[in-house]
């Protein structure tokens, strides 16, 4: 954007405009692997007290059976927005009896095959149908143990009257809806030159079970004989270990405009990758390099709410981004909801600090600059004096965080002074002394533990399941919570009837087909 950060400060301070700052909306999807009490993947159905994964709002499953996902509704409150994850995980701890929720990114323990590792199923509906034979595909292209890693979405947006006291602020002479998107694209834009500070943040996955490589090559250290980890790693979930791909290095996605995006995801999907060819078509979508636009892994991405049978990419031509989504984020086995309060207002000063700076258009030599301190930081973020690339030239990670952390702050003390809080600022400061003490970081007081005698990462990860597992049963439900899972429950499975109910009889080719017809269309 042409405004500076100072004028966009200057411009947010006028009273009347602070109320705009206490309307950002946010939403949490947050993973979690259900494990048999000896902490192996579970083998059973995805459970009936929790509705269809189909239609329910709160509860679903991911790639697999056993990969739940948690989702709370859009909201303007942070405290809102964890008390209803909380009253999730409540609910589904009151009904899993033996089993329980797995909390920390890097999976529990997995069988040698993939066989093991069963794929979600969604009913008998061609929707249903469609979801389980993506995974399927997934399955094939990259193995179903890397589809068992676990992370939290975060999705943000900003209220529309904000959108439009900035559009006439600056004067621009486009359209109100194509002003929103270009901005969201610059937020995206600052977010990948930036995402590294928070890897290095609330990065926690330095390690996993040895279970996992099964014999795969790797650059990971021993630690004692059932864990490998990286002694200075933040993430191996954003690494080459998880939801990385050889063939989507082919891909150039672009970012610096709406239809350069669609144009370079539509030909990921629509163009067939040679390996995937030889892939049985039963058992995949089609042999595109993408399936889907969902297969194209990015620590970002720009959304908008599709209607029913619509494409996402057709739903960002038709009107716009919506909101964008932060897939970066680790499940932090210390923390019951894996994600709290804190780290929440310092995403989002973060992501307004990529707002309101600058957002120059990226060319491969930046992409390429971006995806290298990425993977710096997941790899050996700790290590001490670690350099990054900034425009080419090396730049000490602490001196650079400590720089945009210092600009972040006077975002902080904004929102502070719009919530009549110092909560913002607070996480400011707590995250200033993770990069002046690493030790202070997720994954460094993780590393601690299994360094200093946790006989595994397993044992590490279980305990702390089991302790969150009790708490969250202890704690219970009230009757009214018990009344709401109930009636979500059921209008989850009689809205997944009606579906299954109104394509019966629908040939699932031709149903694909017109899927897929979409994408030539745009």
């Not at 994964?53 to 679903?60: F, G, K, Q």
């Not at 390690?207 to 650059?219: I, K, M, T, Y």
């Not at 009344?483 to 109910?501: D, G, V």
Request: glycine share 6%; hydrophobic share 40%.
């Amino acid at each position: 954007m042409a405004a500076s950060i100072e004028q966009r400060l200057a411009f947010f301070a006028e009273e009347p405009r602070q109320h705009l700052l206490r309307q950002i909306m946010r939403g949490i999807e947050k993973e979690s692997l259900r494990a048999d009490p000896a902490g192996m993947l579970a083998q059973t159905d995805h459970p009936a007290a929790f509705g269809s994964a189909l239609c329910h709002p709160s509860i679903t499953t991911d790639f697999s059976e056993a990969l739940l996902e948690f989702i709370t509704p859009v909201s303007a409150s942070i405290d809102e927005t964890l008390a209803e994850l909380d009253a999730i995980h409540r609910f589904a701890n009151s009904e899993l009896k033996d089993e329980i929720i797995w909390n920390a990114s890097m999976p529990c323990r997995l069988g040698k095959g993939d066989e093991a590792i069963p794929v979600a199923r969604y009913g008998s509906s061609n929707t249903a149908t469609m979801k389980t034979r993506y995974r399927l595909g997934l399955g094939h292209r990259y193995g179903r143990k890397m589809q068992t890693i676990a992370g939290i979405h975060y999705n943000f947006s900003l209220p529309k009257s904000l959108w439009a006291e900035l559009h006439a602020a600056d004067g621009s002479e486009l359209l109100l809806e194509t002003y929103i998107t270009n901005s969201y694209f610059g937020i995206i834009r600052n977010f990948r030159r930036y995402a590294w500070l928070l890897v290095y943040l609330f990065g926690a996955a330095p390690a996993v079970s040895r279970c996992f490589l099964n014999g795969r090559p790797h650059q990971l250290e021993a630690c004692g004989e059932y864990t490998l980890y990286g002694p200075h790693a933040t993430s191996l979930r954003m690494g080459d270990l998880g939801y990385q791909s050889d063939a989507q290095q082919n891909l150039n996605i672009c970012y610096n405009h709406l239809d350069f995006y669609v144009e370079t995801l539509r030909k990921g999907i629509t163009t067939s990758h040679p390996d995937y060819e030889k892939i049985p078509k039963e058992e995949q979508l089609s042999s595109g390099l993408l399936q889907i636009e969902n297969e194209f892994y990015s620590p970002i991405r720009p959304k908008r709410v599709t209607q029913s049978g619509e494409i996402p990419i057709g739903a960002l031509r038709r009107a716009g981004v919506e909101y964008i989504e932060v897939r970066c984020l680790d499940v932090n086995p210390m923390l019951p909801l894996g994600i709290n309060a804190e780290q929440i207002r310092f995403i989002d000063a973060f992501l307004l600090f990529c707002l309101y700076q600058d957002s120059p258009p990226c060319d491969d030599d930046n992409n390429a600059e971006i995806s290298a301190n990425l993977l710096d930081v997941v790899n050996r973020g700790r290590e001490p004096g670690l350099q990054l690339k900034q425009h080419g030239q090396p730049r000490a990670l602490k001196d650079w965080a400590e720089e945009l952390i210092g600009g972040i702050n006077k975002i902080a003390a904004q929102l502070d002074t719009a919530h009549r809080s110092s909560d913002y600022s607070a996480s400011c400061a707590q995250q200033l002394a993770k990069v002046r003490d690493a030790t202070l970081t997720p994954s460094a007081q993780i590393v601690a533990e299994l360094e200093g005698g946790v006989e595994s990462y397993y044992h590490y990860a279980m305990a702390q399941s089991q302790l969150h597992a009790k708490d969250f049963r202890e704690r219970g439900l009230r009757s009214a919570e018990v009344a709401r899972f109930k009636r979500l429950q059921e209008a989850s499975f009689a809205a997944q009837a009606k579906i299954e109910a109104e394509q019966a009889g629908e040939d699932f080719d031709e149903y694909l087909a017109r899927f897929y017809e979409q994408y030539q269309g745009l």
